[in-house]
């Protein structure tokens, strides 16, 4: 198994000013921060996480990994925190996959309310839960998930990055599968999209990436765009893992690597393919030509004498 396509997508919204939305799209690491505070800390706390994890993700993999990435994210978020004075109490939330293509696992990792979902088969599956009051209130039962998804109080989060020297980080690790897709996102979808839609539009972009993200952040925009909206799309596909060595006799069209799909041929071109090259094949037509203009001359000649 391999990672495919990948995409991610940030989008300001329509009644936000500012983008505090940040994202890390680094095969195999990918990543959402959707950061807070006043003035500009915001998107310093979510641009902050997001370059620690892209600098330290590339090449670690499980799920105590991601906690350790997330751990330091926060520790850099928190420490600029102290040192800055215009970025005192800055937060950010961040949600993290980091792909083994070799184990065929994607370890989940997230702090905050920006979610995880699984597409398998059609069927969208959210895999974290919000660190956030309204989260706690539907856990609780004291709120439906509809209630939840337009509560005044939506965007108060009950866990974030930066707050404090150590955090709490959720993990998970998702056994993966050929055919996978994987969608992170800011509160700024699901607060705008209900899942259902989400798997509809899902669906009806043929499981390609780019085209999930596009129309889930227009999707975000047309119900109103109330929140900066950011998603990450990547999809799991059969193959062999990026460094894996392969078995010789394993090298069948199937395990190959991709080649690059040689020139469109031109008519005709099978019979030269392994012979004459472009330049001879012009120097035999043009002989040919030669011959059949000698031949039809000599013809010519013939009848009107
Ligand atoms: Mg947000």
Do not use: K
């Not at 003035?39 to 996480?49: I, P, R, T």
């Not at 800055?84 to 989940?108: F, K, N, S």
């Not at 780019?210 to 799309?233: K, M, P």
């Amino acid at each position: 198994m391999r990672i495919g396509r990948a995409i991610g997508v940030t989008d300001t919204g329509r009644r936000r000013l500012r983008n505090e939305d940040a994202l890390v799209c680094a095969p195999p690491l990918f990543a959402v921060a959707d950061g807070m505070g006043g003035a500009q800390a915001g998107e310093l706390a979510s641009g902050v996480a997001a370059a620690a994890l892209e600098e330290l993700g590339s090449e670690t993999h499980g799920e105590r990994a991601v906690a350790e990435l997330i751990q330091e994210a926060n520790l850099r978020v928190y420490r600029r925190a102290i040192e800055d004075p215009e970025a005192a109490g800055m937060g950010t939330t961040v949600t993290v996959a980091l792909v083994d293509e070799q184990a065929e696992t994607v370890a989940i990792g997230h702090v905050g309310d920006s979610r995880a979902y699984l597409i398998r088969d059609g069927e969208l599956a959210q895999l974290t839960t919000d660190h956030s009051l309204v989260g706690e209130l539907e856990r609780s039962g004291r709120l439906t998930a509809e209630e939840a998804r337009v509560h005044p109080q939506r965007s108060v989060i009950t866990r974030a990055l930066g707050t404090e020297e150590d955090v709490d980080v959720d993990t998970q690790l998702v056994e993966a599968e050929p055919g996978d897709v994987f969608l992170i996102c800011s509160d700024g979808l699901p607060s705008m999209v209900r899942d259902e839609e989400i798997a509809e539009l899902v669906e009806a972009a043929d499981r390609d990436p780019e085209r999930i993200a596009r129309s889930l952040v227009e999707a975000a925009n047309r119900a109103g765009g109330d929140d900066n909206v950011t998603v990450v799309v990547f999809e799991l596909v059969e193959g062999h893992a990026r460094g894996e060595t392969l078995d010789p006799d394993e090298h069948t069209a199937e395990n190959a690597p991709i080649p690059t799909p040689p020139a469109a041929p031109a008519a005709g071109d099978d019979v030269t393919r392994h012979g004459a090259g472009h330049g001879s094949r012009v120097l035999a037509l043009a002989a040919i030509l030669l011959a059949l203009v000698a031949t039809a001359l000599v013809v010519w000649w013939g009848i009107a004498r």
